[in-house]
């Protein structure tokens, strides 16, 4: 009898240890798969902080010209935001705005604003037009199937099923009333998974859902997309809006998608009053710096904690906030806002219209030292302990993956200069001499056992740290 129980415990054992490798090599797959689609932080354009609803092809192609220029130094994603199925983007509801659809509930883009989508063709010529230039093509869409589709309860491509049986009618987007919710079905899959097919046929490589990483939450679709992502052979990059996601979700946002936002929209501005407790919209640049610290252990190829789009420049002729402007953030503030978007790994996605971008922004974007701390295999983190000196600042490290760190930024988040002086353990390093350069303005900091700078208000010192005599490349 103890034989034989001997012998069942073992068996189960074995059948135990079968199923654990079995799901470790489902998550290696998944965790592989991602990193395949979005091995770097996405880099590139978005047409919201310049455009809202209203791009037409005509801008979108005479941007997409300027960052052709900016490819060599990896900004390659042209993504066209919300709103390019609309007839009428300045209407005031949904109904003014009359939403274009296909014969299967699908959202197509208006020819009167995009005309090579003439005869059925869609976004697919303007898609082939940009890679043609070098670079990626991406859209953005609200989770969910148009409530015109459902209402006249349209036949879902490819399946049995009709849009009526893929809605959930008691969810709906709070902020954005023109779909209703996918119901979590058979039904519901047919539909993403239309969609999904359409997208891959027009090219596209950037999908960016919104409505569904917070304010609500809705996994269920999260995840619908991510199969129907999975289904199509083009490989497509999965952004998830807006935030701020729930930490709590990191693992599950991570397992399904790319990229997803890790606070509410970022705008021009260092810091914005929130009277409404219940929302922290519109952020600023300095919010950026808790949240990013928050999710910087959620760091990893495949899976890049975002803190929005990069509102630099010229914000017209119809931003999607606010009266057409200049941002209003200084070039110190710009220069912080990079700098910590690219030592913290975050996507580096320009909102700005570049057909009108600021001469002395341009070689901030084209600083390969600095991109390079964003797209090299690298790994970041704030310092959470400082010294009384720097009390008024903010630190990150960031080295090699597998290497010490050799890079340090140190943030002025006062409202005065700063002159330091410190020794390098105290900024994360671990030998007590270096010599450094500053990545910034290509500055040789000579040998010593500390590092001496002044930092001006609102902006950033960023120093590439060596034990040798050290010495500035130039970029």
């Known amino acids: 009898m103890r034989g034989q129980v001997g012998n069942r415990w073992r068996a189960t054992a074995r059948r135990m240890r079968q199923v654990m490798l079995l799901v470790q090599a489902l998550l290696f797959g998944a965790a592989a798969s991602a990193a395949g689609l979005a091995p770097t932080p996405p880099m590139g354009w978005n047409s919201w902080d310049a455009y809202g609803f209203t791009i037409t092809e005509e801008q979108f192609r005479a941007n997409v010209a300027v960052l052709k220029d900016l490819k060599p130094y990896g900004w390659s994603y042209a993504v066209i935001d919300e709103g390019w199925y609309m007839a009428n983007p ?65 036949p879902i491509e490819g399946s049995r099923f009709r849009a009526a049986d893929a809605a959930d009618r008691a969810d709906t987007c709070p902020w954005d009333d023109g779909n209703f919710g996918i119901a979590d079905n ?143 953030l200084t070039q110190a503030e710009t220069r912080t806002a990079l700098t910590l978007f690219a030592i913290a790994r ?40 400082l010294p009384p000196a720097l009390a008024e600042t903010k630190v990150w490290i960031s080295g090699l993956r597998g290497d010490a760190p050799d890079t340090v930024a140190i943030f002025n988040l006062s409202e005065k200069p700063l002159t330091l002086q410190v020794p390098w353990k105290a900024l994360g390093l671990s030998d007590n001499r270096y010599a450094a350069c500053d990545l910034w303005i290509n500055a040789t900091l000579e040998p010593s056992e500390n590092a001496r700078f002044t930092v001006a208000s609102h902006d950033v010192v960023l120093l590439r740290v060596t034990r040798g005599a050290g010495k500035c490349d130039a970029d």
């Open 90 to 154: 300045l209407g005031d509801k949904l109904a003014t705005r009359q939403y274009k659809l296909d014969a299967h509930g699908r959202l197509e883009p208006v020819t009167s604003r995009f005309p090579s989508a003439a005869d059925g063709r869609g976004l697919k010529s303007l898609a082939d037009w940009t890679h043609g230039q070098g670079l990626k093509f991406g859209v953005h869409i609200v989770r969910g199937i148009p409530k015109d589709a459902v209402e006249a309860n349209m």
């Open 186 to 328: 058979a039904a519901g899959q047919a539909y993403y998974d239309s969609l999904i097919r359409q997208y891959a046929a027009w090219g596209v490589d950037f999908i960016k859902v919104d409505c569904i990483s917070d304010h609500p939450y809705r996994p269920t679709e999260i995840r619908q997309i991510a199969e129907a992502l999975r289904k199509v052979s083009r490989p497509i990059v999965l952004s998830l809006s807006p935030g701020p996601t729930n930490i709590s979700h990191a693992a599950e946002v991570a397992q399904w998608s790319q990229m997803w936002r890790i606070a509410d929209d970022l705008w021009d501005g260092w810091a914005f009053p929130h009277p409404n407790p219940n929302t922290t919209f519109p952020n600023g640049v300095l919010s950026a710096f808790d949240n990013l610290a928050k999710w910087s252990a959620h760091v990893r190829p495949g899976n890049w904690p975002d803190a929005d789009m990069l509102p630099f420049g010229s914000l017209a002729p119809h931003p999607g906030w606010g009266e057409p402007r200049r941002s209003r």
């Open 346 to 385: 975050s996507p580096l996605i320009l909102g700005g219209n570049l057909t009108e971008m600021d001469n002395w922004l341009r070689p901030m974007l084209t600083n390969r030292s600095v991109t390079a701390l964003n797209q090299e295999d690298r790994v970041s983190r704030p310092l959470e302990s």
